[in-house]
């Protein structure tokens, strides 16, 4: 019954790392329309930013956390503006295309800067070592990752949901002459929606260095896990993404743990079957829930 537990624990923060990183994608897939295979760049950015920031600037790792979130989100700006915006109502060819090329980019840049090896981090000891509960140790970082996750979501709900600018976000994908008629600046909405997107992706590498690692491979070894995280938990659904991760998450760690032999293939076992039961997402694919 511990390893269970343990186990169940281990994948719900895994998942939770999953959703950090993924909810951005949903969003800009959901309430954007547009396919960025290259968010994981954003999220890989986040992670060699928090490395300088402690290696380089001597910035602790939680003071740094809310850097990374605002850099990556300003630095997200300077490619919406040349890159991405052309392309929102081009075709989802030319928006594949486009991202895969900033990967490959961004895999290049990073070999250069970083180097191929795996980046450390030093955590602050609070964050360190085990917390009994029920018997059961539990790593005080991975129930850190939960905190933060349960947070970040309410958070996202309630700006979607009951803020002027949640209801001008869904006002723009709902009609997007009719918000422009209303006075909406539709175009600065999705800008600053993306941003957040991209920013929340950065805060999510950054914090996954510890469990998942951070090489230059980052965007593309994880593009796949992000993408079914989006397609089983319904795109533009923050709570539909946050249940997606979590069922995904424990579904790897389990295989891995109890099947090894198979347990990289359990995750794409248990999106087939979800996908089989859910085909429009867990929650649907809502716009802004």
């Known amino acids: 019954m511990h390893n269970f537990l343990g186990v169940l624990f281990d994948g719900l923060a895994y998942g939770t790392l999953l959703f950090l990183i993924s909810v951005g994608l949903s969003i800009t897939l959901g309430l954007m329309g547009f396919i960025n295979l290259a968010h994981g760049v954003f999220a890989m950015a986040g992670g060699y930013l928090l490395v300088t920031l402690m290696a380089r600037v001597g910035i602790g790792f939680l003071p740094a956390l809310p850097i990374v979130f605002c850099v990556v989100a300003l630095a997200s700006l300077l490619l919406e503006r040349p890159l991405y915006r052309p392309l929102y109502r081009s075709s989802a060819l030319n928006q594949v295309l486009l991202t895969v090329g900033i990967i490959f980019i961004s895999i290049a840049a990073a070999n250069f800067f970083w180097g191929p090896g795996q980046q450390p981090v030093l955590l ?166």
Request: glycine content about 14%; hydrophobic content about 55%.
């Open 124 to 289: 602050p000891d609070a964050l360190n070592g085990q917390l009994s509960v029920l018997g059961v140790d539990l790593s005080r970082y991975r129930l850190f990752l939960m905190a933060v996750g349960a947070a970040i979501t309410a958070a996202l709900v309630f700006g979607l949901e009951r803020t002027r600018f949640g209801a001008m976000i869904r006002a723009s994908v709902d009609n997007q002459r009719t918000a422009e008629a209303m006075g909406i600046r539709v175009e600065r909405v999705f800008q600053v929606t993306f941003a957040i997107g991209s920013g929340l992706a950065g805060l999510g590498g950054a914090l996954g260095i510890n469990v998942i690692g951070l090489d230059p491979n980052f965007a593309l070894k994880f593009l796949v896990y992000f993408l079914l995280v989006v397609v089983v938990g319904g795109a533009g659904s923050v709570i539909g993404t946050l249940l997606a991760a979590l069922l995904l998450g424990v579904a790897d760690i389990a295989g891995k743990y109890y099947v090894p032999e198979i347990g990289a293939f359990v995750i794409y076992a248990a999106m087939i079957v979800l996908l089989l039961l859910f085909p429009h997402g867990l929650l649907g694919r809502s716009k802004a829930r």
